[in-house]
Every structure is written in C-alpha cells, then in structure tokens.
C-alpha cells in the first residue's frame, strides 16, 4: 500500500509551526486541538441532526432575543466540555451564554487563554440543510494566571486576538485559523476523522466578483450602502462588475467563499437593528483578523472593526469585510 507523505493532520502541522517559535508552551496547539475535537462532535451531530431529531428550536429565547435551536445548544455545550477538559482555556464567552464562564478550576486558572465563541453560526440555516459554521477567537487573558477569568479578558479590542478562526459543516467539513503566522484550512477527512492541511497559507485575493448582502433589507440602508450595491450592479469596465450577488445567510459561509474567491461582505445597520446586527466579540472581530491576516479588511463603516474596544460581550455593530480593494472602493463610494 502506498502511504501518502504529503498528509499533514491539524496536530502535525502545529508542531512544525512551534519549530518556528522556540518560546512558545503548546497552550494554543492544545486548544485549537480541543476545538478541532467539539467540532468533530458537532459534524457528527449536524451530518444526523435530520435523523436525530435536533432539528427545530428548543422553545427557548436567547440574550440576543433569538430563538435558539437545539443544535445551538448542543453545539454551545460541546465546545464548552471540551475546552474546560482541555485545561488550555480559562474560560469562554459564547453567544448561547448570557455572561462569561470562568472555568475556575485550579488547572483551568493556570490557562493564559480565554476564548470567545459563536457556537453555530447560520443556524437559521440548520433545518433546510444548508452551510453552518462555529466561529472562535482566542486572547491572552489580560488577568494574573492562577486567578478566575474576568470581564476585561474578553472585551479586548480584536486586535489583541493571538488566533481566530471558523469551521464550516458543509459539502465537506473545513476549520481555517489564522495566526499572526498566517491562515490555514485544514479539510475534515471522514475515512481518518482528522481535519487535514488542504489550504496552506490561504490569502484572500485583492478584488473579487462576488458581493453578499441581504438586499431585502435596502429600504433601511443608508445611501452610502445602497450607492455601492448599485455600483456592483453597474458594469463599469471590461473586468469590473456587474457582480454577482451571493447571500446563504450563512455568516461563516459567506465570508469563507469570499476569503478564498475575493469579494465583499456586507451586514449594514439596518432600522430594527441600528447599531447592525452582527456580534462584535465572537463574530466580527475574529472574521475581521482572519481577513487581515489574509490581506483583507474588515470595518464597521468608519473604523477598522479590530480597533473596535467592546463594551460589552453582546455589543452588536455594522459589518463591512472582504477583499483589500473591494474595500477600499466601498469606504471612498
Ligand atoms: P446566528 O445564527 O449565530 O445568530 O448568526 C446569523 C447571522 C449570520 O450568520 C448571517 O450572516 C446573518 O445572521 C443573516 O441575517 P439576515 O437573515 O438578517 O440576513
Ligand atoms: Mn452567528
Ligand atoms: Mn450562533
């Protein structure tokens, strides 16, 4: 039998990343290995949720006022277990959980991580079987190790992120994270359970010809919006526009198209949400330096959503990403 060499598993790949960094504890490797494993668990859940019966909504209504499915809380607590068995993190703010959760165990307090998290992002989508995702951001804790986890260690500014990313359950199951080091997607390879390096160093390219919005919310745009989506439907020159219009209503899904196609995203303020829609901490922020990290950029509309200071875990705001020039042509518009 011949055994293919260029196989690199999530785990091997993080040990020759800490080849490059001789100080570093393998804290980070561990967590991104416990996060890879309650993603596993969530893939296996989500692939059967139709035969499982973890379809619909638990009845119950979240801090955000939403609905929440049975797969978000099944999903909130497998990453959840994971991360407080896996002694790496201090402890996590998810968008299931109305306040922080300190693991407050001596182990766990030793852990110079916290976590932030979307446990299944899109679960609108769960019922009707399209792409879902879970996105995480990983901080240095701000508070003394040895201590429970406090407030200020999760309302860091996104720029302070040391790591961030998402896995998508979709046709196939990816989980692409970003260092200061770069951003990799590893592909869920279901003969051998183990997400696999399938897209080394991934950069998302300068311009695009995609553009995600839910247009069905233009009357609540601001001018400034609707100015650029008419422009993306205009053709202006032999390669530019018009655009493609592409929305899932899949965050994860929408942004990992146009990391890896170019193109941009945009989730405006709209009247029923006037600050937007989206989470600052635990899906703005890490999307927002996945897409630095990968040359591309991310706003509320004014700022870089990076330089962003939470006010608190639930904050929402506008949401602007993609693709560096597409971007840049969006702030001038
Ligand atoms: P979540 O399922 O975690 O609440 O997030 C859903 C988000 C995001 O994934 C998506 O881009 C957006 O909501 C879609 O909103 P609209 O249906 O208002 O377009
Ligand atoms: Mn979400
Ligand atoms: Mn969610």
Redesign the pocket.
């Known amino acids: 039998m011949k055994i293919n060499r260029s196989i690199l598993t999530l785990e091997e790949f993080r040990k020759q990343e800490l080849r490059f960094l001789p100080q570093a504890t393998g804290e980070l490797s561990n967590l991104l290995r416990d996060i890879a494993l309650a993603a596993k668990r969530v893939n296996v859940e989500v692939n059967r949720a139709g035969l499982a019966d973890l379809l619909g909504e638990t009845g119950k209504i979240n801090v955000q006022g939403e609905g929440v499915r049975q797969l978000?809380e099944w999903a909130n607590a497998a990453f959840m277990t994971a991360l407080q068995r896996g002694v790496s993190c201090a402890g996590i703010a998810s968008?299931?959980l109305e306040d922080f959760l300190s693991f407050d165990e001596e182990i766990c307090n030793q852990s110079k991580y916290v976590v932030v998290l979307?446990?299944?992002?899109g679960?609108s989508n769960i019922d009707v079987n399209i792409s879902i995702g879970t996105i995480f951001g990983v901080y240095r804790r701000t508070t003394e190790k040895g201590s429970p986890c406090q407030l200020t260690d999760f309302l860091q500014k996104g720029s302070h992120l040391v790591a961030a990313g998402y896995i998508i359950y979709g046709p196939s199951t990816m989980l692409v994270y970003a260092t200061r080091r770069g951003v990799h997607g590893f592909t869920l390879d279901p003969s051998m359970g183990e997400f696999t390096l399938s897209h080394p160093d991934i950069q998302c390219p300068p311009k695009g010809r995609i553009y995600s919005v839910n247009q069905g919310n233009e009357a609540g745009y601001n001018e400034q919006v609707n100015r650029f989506i008419r422009g993306c439907q205009q053709k202006s020159s032999q390669e530019e526009g018009p655009y493609s219009l592409r929305y899932t209503g899949s965050m994860v899904a929408d942004l990992h198209r146009n990391l890896l196609k170019g193109g941009i995203f945009l989730y405006p303020a709209i009247p029923s949400f006037p600050n937007g829609k989206l989470r600052l901490v635990y899906e703005c922020n890490p999307f927002a330096f996945i897409l630095e990290m990968a040359r591309g950029r991310a706003t509320d509309g004014f700022n870089n959503i990076l330089d962003l200071t939470p006010g608190c875990l639930h904050q929402r705001v506008a949401f602007f990403a993609g693709s560096r020039e597409m971007m840049n042509s969006f702030a001038k518009n």
């Open positions: 978000d968008e299931e979307d446990p299944l992002d679960s």
